[in-house]
């Protein structure tokens, strides 16, 4: 299975917005809205950001949104935040019944 | 509130085989709604599934580790495992365990624990 296509980087300032973009396959994003969102600091543990596409779990902050349009599903952050900066990950259920991530996004608050 | 929680040895020799248990707490293991899954991220890099298994025993594999990944299960000590086999540098990662739900999204994640391969 391959991987899911996301920028290496992306950056914005304080109080900007951003988007990520998670590009699959008509096998996985393309045909099932099971597509989730992680953030990750150094040293830590991946965090459930956003779930079937456009949920968010309890806690996470109304700044981050999902959507997805065909074959790319994105994750936008609106007001930056310094502790925004982070790497994010999306990832797919696909029709093989497997999960498969993307390479991560890099974020840098400038 | 569940925890996960990864044991096994921090350092495998090439061509062993690498082990890890996961404990869950504050929660059921046999939930109907809910898979149990491993992720790995070797240094530096991404996320990768090895595989997930449900309550009474099924389980889905990544197609590229399917040949050395085993996935048990053991619901009265609130237990799964992995098992995999002729370990290489290449295994060298942290390793995740994760609740998933029935289309294998992960909402619930261990700390992780890294394991090296190496002589």
């Known amino acids: 299975q391959s991987a899911l296509t996301q920028p290496a980087s992306v950056s914005g300032s304080p109080g900007q917005s951003i988007t990520i973009s998670c590009t699959g396959t008509s096998n996985d994003v393309g045909d099932y809205d099971y597509v989730s969102w992680f953030q990750q600091h150094p040293g830590k543990a991946p965090k459930l950001m956003i779930y079937d596409v456009t949920n968010r779990p309890p806690g996470v902050s109304s700044r981050f949104s999902g959507s997805k349009s065909g074959h790319t599903a994105s994750l936008t952050i609106s007001g930056l935040q310094s502790e925004d900066e982070a790497d994010y990950y999306c990832?797919?259920?696909?029709?093989?019944?497997?999960?498969?991530f993307g390479g991560g996004t890099k974020l840098t608050v400038l | 509130q569940l925890q996960l929680q990864e044991s096994g040895p921090g350092l495998v020799k090439p061509s062993e085989t690498l082990s890890l248990t996961c404990t869950v707490s504050g929660g059921p293991i046999t939930s109907s709604g809910h898979y149990w899954g491993w992720i790995r991220q070797p240094p530096g890099k991404g996320l990768e599934w090895i595989g997930s298994?449900?309550?009474?025993?099924?389980?889905y594999s990544n197609p590229s580790l399917k040949s050395r990944v085993v996935i048990s299960v053991d619901t009265s000590k609130k237990e799964f495992s992995l098992k995999l086999s002729s370990a290489t540098a290449a295994d060298t990662a942290v390793y995740y365990c994760v609740r998933q739900d029935l289309q294998l999204q992960i909402d619930y994640w261990g700390q992780g624990t890294l394991v090296t391969v190496s002589s």
């Open positions: 990832s797919s259920y696909t029709s093989s019944t497997t999960l498969v």
């Open positions: 298994i449900y309550h009474s025993g099924g389980t």
